[in-house]
């Protein structure tokens, strides 16, 4: 068996709790967050299909080469940079999954910045 810290036990238990309550559908699918201790991670998920339209994260060229300074920067860079690949694949309006964590810091910066590249939810 896995050693898993009580925190992340708490966090996939908050994650069961949401995921309960939100779907992703077709017409308005969810943006779901992950984040590490070094990167953040975002994609567009439509649940009806199981599929994943567009995603991003700080690993992404456009992020990894700009000159952008500390984690909350590069999070609404993210958030940005999903929302233009949502546009370009049709999307507009998400619900907004927050992945269990505190909608504070950098999921906060992820959503303004995806509000910011034209997403609405």
Same mark, same amino acid.
């Given at each position: 068996m896995a050693k898993t810290s009580i925190?992340?036990?708490?966090?996939q238990k908050r994650v069961q709790r949401i995921r309960?309550?939100?779907?992703g559908t077709t017409e308005r699918p969810r943006l779901r967050v992950?984040?590490?201790s070094r990167h953040i991670y975002a994609q567009i998920i439509d649940d009806t299909k199981g599929t994943t339209i567009c995603s991003a994260s700080t690993l992404?060229?456009?992020?990894?080469?700009? $000159?952008?300074? %500390?984690? +909350?920067?590069?999070a609404n860079k993210v958030g940005q940079?999903?929302?233009?690949?949502a546009k370009a694949k049709g999307v507009e309006?998400?619900?907004? $999954?927050?992945? %269990?964590? +505190?909608y504070h810091g950098r999921?906060?910066?992820?959503?303004?910045?995806?509000?910011?590249g034209g997403l609405v939810f």
């Open positions: 925190k992340t036990l708490a966090r309960k309550n939100i779907e992950f984040k590490s992404a060229t456009e992020i990894n080469g700009a $000159d952008l300074k %500390g984690k +909350i920067a590069q940079l999903v929302a233009v690949q309006t998400v619900v907004f $999954d927050r992945g %269990g964590y +505190i999921v906060k910066a992820l959503s303004e910045g995806a509000r910011e």
